[in-house]
Each structure stands twice: as C-alpha cells, then as structure tokens.
C-alpha cells in the first residue's frame, strides 16, 4: 500500500510502489569559481586552488564556491561550508556536492542485504518507505535545508531522507522475523545475526568515548576521542565522508556534524561556542528507558538542534532535561574546560560525573545507580562494554598528565585485542570501528580517521564557523 508522504515530488529519479513492514520489535544501535541559484540542479564550478593562509584554513583545498558558501577538500574529506537561511543553505549544499549526493545513494542501496547493513531490509522500497516516515518527523528548518538541497541538485527528497538516516535505520527498523528472546541474544552477542550464517558471533561492541582535562592532560586543553562501531557494510561510504559546517543567520550557534554527502544532521555535533557531544548505543538500560520510539524527532536532526540551540553548557543541560530521546543513548558532552556523561534513556535523561575528576569515559553501559542495572551483568551481556571501557581507563592512567591529541589517537587506535577498544575486524556481520574522532574544543581542531582506509586528517573548524 503506497503511503501519502510519498508523491511524485519526491520520486524524481525512480518510480517507487512503497509498503511499510508492520512490526513490534527493534534492533540495535543509534574556486572561485560561482554557481549562481540559477545555474540549476548539479555541482558548482570547481576551480582547484588553495586557500590562502591568512584564512586560516591553508590545508584545505578550495574545490568550489557557491556565493558564500564553500567546498574543500582535506585529504579524503569533503569539508562543505554553507551560510545563510535554511532553505539557502540547502540549496547550496545541492549545487556544491550533488553529483556526490547521488552516488552516496546508490551506494547505500546497493548495500542491501549485505552482511554489516540494516537487518531485515530487503527492498530499496522499503528503505525509503521507512526513511520518510522519519522525515515526516524533521522540525520545518531542517525540512527546508533538505528541501532547498533537492531542488538545487535534482536529488529526491526521498534519496536525501535514506541518507540522512541511514545510521538510525539500523537501529530502528523493524524487524518481523526475530523472536524476543532472539532479538536479545542478538543484542548481548550470542547469536549471529546475519541469516543463514552460523559463523562465529559478532560481539556486541557499539561505540565508546573518552574525555580528558586537567590532571590526566598536565594541564593542557581538554581533549575528546570517539570510536563509532558500527555494521561493516558501512565501510563502503568512507570514500564519501565528510564534514558539514553549517552557518545560519537567524541567530542559531554555527555548528558542524560528520556524515557523508546529503547528511543533514549527525549523530555528533561541534558547534562554535566550543561544545561537542557524541552518541553511543544504551539498549542494555533497564526498562521502561529502553523502548524504543520512533515517533520522536529523529536523533540525527535532534543532536543538530541542540548544537544550534546552545550557546553554553547551561542551555545545553536544560536542552536535554527537555529533549525526548527515541532510542537510548549514551552520550559524553564537553565544554573547553570540562566533560559530562549523560545517560539517556526513552523516558529519563541523567548527567553523571565519573569517579576519576579530569576524565569521563563511556562504552554501552550506563553506570548511574538511578537505572537500578542488575548485579550480576556479565561483560557479555553488555556487548563487551565493561572491558572497553575499562581498557580505556587503563590507557588514560597510562599516559596521564601527557594527553594531548597526538596521545590520545594513539588511545582510539589501540586494538581491544590489545588492550583498547576499537576494532579493525570481526565476523561477518560484526560491528568494526568505521570512523574514529579527536577534538580539541578550545581550538576547535579536529582530527579524522577511518581504520583500514586512511590515516588521521586534521580539520580546523574554528575558519569555517560564521564569526558573531
């Protein structure tokens, strides 16, 4: 049965006959060269050049310009800069990078029933089916950047939904198939969730985070690292990674996400008042906090307003007491002089310290007596969380009151197997780290990676962020 959200508008390239898969369970997570607005759909003239240094951004190459809105190019990073409304700033996302926009689609569809991709899955249809019912969710700003981003590029707005929520898709998409009690064997890594593979068990490892500040940096500037795990399938978009700064002027905090072209918001966020906050799965957290729900505002458009909507580390806090999660996450936070843990679930937000002042550390466990999580919570049964995290403590006493950047890619790029916690490899259908982070909010310097495909790349964004 077609749905109504679904017209001919958005269905430019391909005729699509949609049906929506009923279900009640959920699985896992979380140059210058111009183009004017009347050059039409497609990508702005591109005139390589280098930017000068005075910019201050002397290691990006300048790839196109739409007015004044850039694309560079650092590396295997697209760096797009856009400025202005919301529509405005859609529109010139469309012209600078729109071819890419297509090709990043075509990837993802031909990802389907790949080990590593959205479980249950079978169908492009199905796909955009479900990633429009999330788009139907977006607050009307973020509507008009994938909107005026579909009219400058020709891409469907249909096309720039499934991109936009590909991460969140795999966590939420239901499934049909999958009893409950399988559904939680899946979640604590015994069972293999690919069909028809009886191959060793993927281990449930989903994300982990580390903050140092103070004693653990010598006094040094605060420093944030990420490891993103995720299904290994999503390694077919590094060649697309990129980061998008965006640059409002209706009084919105200028704020950057990490995606792929046609990535509208993130599941993390850097923002030019120097906050940063990254998302990782919280599935274990006891009930009701762990249902999941997905008619809330989607996550990745949600992170994107709260860096948009906080100027300080008290509009962020009241910003996430307010906010309703559909999914429930972990999250580590962090100002240029401090960092914080919130553990969120679908019903409860709570902000937690940790027991060692100058370091906050996070896997896919919450630890806040508030949850009441049961005693007897093996490693296992938290998808390896307790041994990741605590190998990354050990790692930060290890180099404590040396931990700057340098030190702490050196942290993200420790193995689990050797005592860290990220992962070059798993078995098939198993979670690897796809990208990793460094960032230094009081230089807004950032530092890329994406393990097995290249080596860490560093982003300045303090240029790129729209001055006061």
Known sequence: MANSWLTEEWLILKPYVVS??????FILLLTTGCASQQDGPGQAGIIPQTMSPSAGVDSMTLVATDGNASLYKIGNIS????????????????RLVGTDIAKMYETIVASIGEPGFII?????????????????LYPQEYREIVEGMAESSGIPVA?????????PTFALYPQTELTP????????????????NTSAIPDGHHCSSIIAWGDYTGGGPLVMGRNFDFGQAYRHFNPYRSVIVYNPTDGSVPTAVLGWPGTVGGIEMFNRAGLVMETDDNHVVTAPNNEVHIDRIPLTVLVLRLGMDSATIEQFDAAMKTARFGYPLLSNVATEEEGYTYEIGT?????????????????NFPLAPYWDEPSDMTDLDTGLSISRRNNLIALAEKYKGAINATVMEAILDTRYADGGASFDTAPEG?????????????TRMLYLKAPTYDDWTAVPL???FKNP
């Open 120 to 136: 249950g899955l079978e169908s492009e249809e199905q796909l955009v089916n479900f990633s429009m019912r999330q788009y139907s």
């Open 430 to 442: 198993g979670s690897v780290t796809i990208y990793q982070f460094v960032y230094i909010p009081k």
């Open 181 to 196: 009690d399988r559904v939680q064997a899946i979640l604590a890594g015994k069972v293999d969730p690919t069909p028809g």
């Open 462 to 464: 303090a240029p790129l």
């Open 347 to 363: 019903r409860d937000v709570v902000r937690r310290g940790d027991d060692r002042y100058g370091l906050q550390v996070i896997a």
């Open 79 to 94: 760096v797009i800069r856009v400025e202005g409304s919301y529509r405005e700033m859609g529109r010139q996302y469309g």
């Open 159 to 167: 096309h720039i939904a499934v991109i936009d929520q590909v991460v």
């Open 20 to 25: 929506l898969t009923l279900a009640t369970l």
